[in-house]
């Protein structure tokens, strides 16, 4: 072989950070050691792994290459690692875990409840959109994902755990504030504030308005839910959210639900891995903690569930 473990546990910080300095932190190195490994490395095996442009470096096609199979190799001696310490009965271990933007609101508090039981792990979780989400699946860099519904297209093993209901909110003084069942060709017309693509929940949108024969007509994209709640109760349009983003703005009367014929609309919140993928003993004990404790651990979420199907039928 024309490399060691270890200069390819080098390289995958590295590339992964994109930077010699973050990757000599992580491995408690110095910047010059960590240099001289990735040269040796790219000495061995003749081609270049990165180029520095200005003061950043990229991979070449060579490092894109390496990276891969760097990560896969990385991920395979994790799970070495954690096979032998459950086989001595130690609970402990590393869990990576992304969670699509929305669902931070909750995710944070399930992580906290788990450490409680389990106190030797370290969790490294990922607040991101859907999209970057899908990828970070596909590339196999997380152990499991809380998002909304996964496409059917990728190979996925999801499991529903939680009502995610997507509703209109308005500014308390907004015109529509007081009315009931309003119409979906009179509510597109409005201004609105809506996440980026890439969003979930703005793509859950676009299907349900489009199975309706219906766009929004006017839209300033924010890429934060609590951006967009901030835009809304400042009277620059409409939002449609998750109803799990809004405990303290509708508890406060920041915000208002706005009743709105056939909302909400119905979505659902899963915990997903790639099919195939061997799950840690950590990973498998986190997935079988949020399917079960989730609403113990998130009871608002009961709440907002039942706030927002009684939106459509009383003006709020
Ligand atoms: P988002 O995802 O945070 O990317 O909008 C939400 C979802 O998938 O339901």
Redesign the pocket.
């Known amino acids: 072989m024309h490399f060691t473990l270890r200069q390819l546990s080098i390289f995958e910080a590295v590339a992964r950070h994109l930077s010699y300095t973050q990757a000599a932190t992580e491995l408690h190195l110095t910047q010059p050691a960590v240099s001289m490994q990735i040269r040796q490395l790219e000495a061995n095996l003749g081609l270049p792994l990165f180029e520095q442009l200005g003061k950043k470096i990229y991979l070449t096609e060579a490092g894109r290459e390496m990276y891969r199979y760097s990560r896969a190799i990385a991920q395979q001696l994790q799970e070495v690692d954690e096979v032998f310490a459950e086989l001595k009965g130690v609970k402990r271990g590393r869990l990576a875990i992304s969670v699509?933007?929305?669902?931070n609101y909750f995710a944070a508090r399930l992580l906290a409840a788990f450490c409680k039981q389990y106190q030797n792990i370290t969790f490294n979780l990922d607040v991101t959109?859907?999209e970057r989400l899908l990828r970070q699946l596909e590339n196999n860099e997380r152990d499991l994902a809380i998002?909304?519904q996964p496409p059917e297209e990728m190979d996925l093993i999801s499991e529903s755990f939680m009502e995610?209901p997507l509703v209109v909110i308005a500014a308390p003084e907004h015109p529509l504030a007081r009315r009931r069942n309003i119409p979906l060709q009179e509510l597109v017309a409005e201004d609105f504030v809506m996440?980026e693509p890439?969003?979930?929940?703005?793509i859950?949108v676009e299907r349900f308005l489009a199975e309706h024969q219906l766009a929004l007509s006017t839209s300033i994209e924010l890429t934060r839910?609590e951006a967009i709640k901030q835009a809304v109760a400042a009277g620059l349009g409409l939002g449609i959210v998750?109803i799990h983003t809004l405990d303290l703005e509708l508890s406060t009367g920041a915000l208002v639900l706005l009743s709105v014929e056939s909302f909400p609309i119905v979505?659902h919140w899963y915990v997903v891995h790639r099919s195939g993928k061997r799950l840690s003993p950590i990973a498998l004990a986190f997935k079988d903690f949020v399917l079960r404790e989730a609403a113990n651990v998130w009871p608002q979420g009961a709440r907002l569930v039942q706030a927002a199907s009684s939106a459509l039928k009383a003006a709020s």
Do not use: F, K, L, P
């Not at 699509?100 to 669902?103: E, F, I, L, P, Q």
């Not at 890439?198 to 703005?202: L, N, P, V």
């Open positions: 699509v933007s929305t669902a959109n859907r998002m909304g995610n996440r890439g969003s979930g929940t703005r859950a839910d998750s979505r």
